[in-house]
């Protein structure tokens, strides 16, 4: 039997595709890329935002075309959109044989059964202790993988579903989130990039105190290990421990990925987060004094409810301020069941739409120039892959760039170059989002 996987959303959304992959693979199944030769076709969804609900939906509607085909084909949809409207779902789209929630990706192999057999049916279970020991089938590059160390979340910002979907925070197991991390080195992969709702709290549920530096630690000492990345870092629990080690570890990229929302204090209270803008810029601080080459990127909200021209100047002369290298903005997102979806003061979708040009035109210029900043300097580079129309141009990635979410290097006269290779290049012209670099002959 042939089974194909299409998986939306997030790196962690990617994680439980892999896990479901792996056990598809137990069971001497194949798995395949072309839906028109798949029995069954699996949709994991994203339900965080409405434009990641609407991609959910066409793309369940989509794969649902391929049964016209064949009447045999089935249609399994899992994941955040599932979890969240599995009711809705299952009576709206009568095309789709089973709806998973986001706590039972173990029993993927169960339902195919099932949806064989000619059942129709919906499976949802209550949070779980969080534990993953299925062999994972990578997506990612051969040297790239992500490490799943929480799953759900307890930070219960007002914008957000994703307590309701994902449930409390839970950690995995520390010994089974490093033998996985051998594992995926034993297998070739360089470069771990760990992820959860909120990687800093880490081991607080599980040991009742913040463990993601003892973790870190010991990654750091990992033989052919290259890289360690840490994603989604909430900057109330950002310890002076946390900075230290992240300095120490020569293995730890200086690159901290930090979503912010807002700058203005009032409407950090009113989303709920745990911070205020002077502890923030006091971290930044610390970061940037401990680790002068750190990497900041973050993510910001624009218009949410309330927000006036006030403050959401601050918010921009908070960013000009701090100089980030990379940011993210994003039109508030009206969500069902939210606190802030039911608040008074909705901004209007223009209004939204003017803030999140300006803020994206300001970052652009702040980018740009940090970008500059780096011609002449030598960074190390993992390779990626080749230009599509020049086998002389490589494209890579150094410490300061995550996949997918930052720009590229480009890598000048590289022919011989593969992906995966490591290899010192001078920056000699900086972009906006990219730079073009030579390679450094040792």
Request: charged share 30%.
């Amino acid at each position: 039997m042939e089974i194909g996987v299409v998986s939306l959303g997030c790196p962690k959304n990617l994680v439980d595709s892999e896990v479901m992959m792996g056990l598809i693979r137990e069971r001497q199944w194949t798995i395949t890329n072309d839906p028109t030769h798949a029995d069954v076709i699996i949709v994991n969804t994203c339900g965080f935002i409405e434009s990641a609900k609407t991609e959910s939906i066409n793309t369940i509607l989509q794969m649902a075309e391929y049964k016209k085909d064949d009447p045999h084909r089935k249609l399994i949809v899992t994941g955040c959109l599932g979890q969240r409207y599995a009711d809705e779902l299952f009576a709206d789209l009568p095309e789709v044989d089973a709806i998973i929630g986001t706590e039972c990706y173990d029993q993927i192999g169960t339902v195919i059964d099932r949806v064989e057999k000619g059942e129709r049916f919906t499976l949802l279970k209550p949070p779980q202790k969080y534990t993953q020991k299925a062999r994972r089938v990578l997506t990612t590059p051969q040297y790239t993988a992500y490490l799943k160390i929480a799953e759900g979340c307890n930070n219960r910002c007002s914008y957000c579903a994703i307590p309701k979907i994902r449930g409390p925070y839970r950690s995995r197991p520390y010994e089974e989130v490093l033998q996985e991390a051998r594992d995926l080195v034993s297998q070739g992969v360089r470069e771990l990039i760990l992820v959860a709702q909120d990687t800093t709290q880490y081991g607080i549920d599980l040991y009742h105190k913040l463990r993601l530096a003892d973790l870190l630690r010991d990654l750091n000492t990992i033989p052919d290990l290259k890289w360690i990345r840490i994603l989604y870092c909430y900057p109330d629990s950002f310890t002076d421990e946390l900075i230290e080690t992240m300095a120490q570890c020569d293995k730890v990229c200086h690159y901290v990925d930090l979503p912010l929302q807002h700058a203005s204090n009032s409407l950090l209270h009113t989303m709920h987060r745990r911070d205020t803008r002077e502890q923030v810029e006091e971290l930044l601080a610390k970061l940037r004094k401990r680790m002068p080459d750190i990497c900041l990127r973050t993510t910001f909200i624009v218009g949410f409810p309330g927000e006036t021209d006030g403050q959401f100047q601050e918010l921009l002369d908070f960013v000009r301020k701090e100089r980030f290298q990379c940011a993210g903005v994003f039109p508030y997102s009206q969500e069902d069941g939210t606190e802030a979806g039911a608040m008074p003061n909705q901004i209007p979708d223009e209004v939204k739409q003017d803030r999140y040009h300006a803020l994206m035109s300001l970052q652009a210029e702040i980018s740009e120039e940090i970008q500059q900043e780096r011609e002449g300097k030598v960074l190390e580079v993992l390779i990626e892959g080749k230009d599509e129309e020049d086998p002389n141009l490589a494209l890579g990635r150094s410490y300061a760039e995550a996949p997918d979410i930052d720009g590229k290097i480009y890598v000048e006269e590289a022919a011989d170059l593969k992906a995966g290779d490591f290899v010192k290049v001078r920056i000699s012209q900086g972009f906006t989002y990219e730079a073009v670099g030579q390679i450094v002959k040792e």
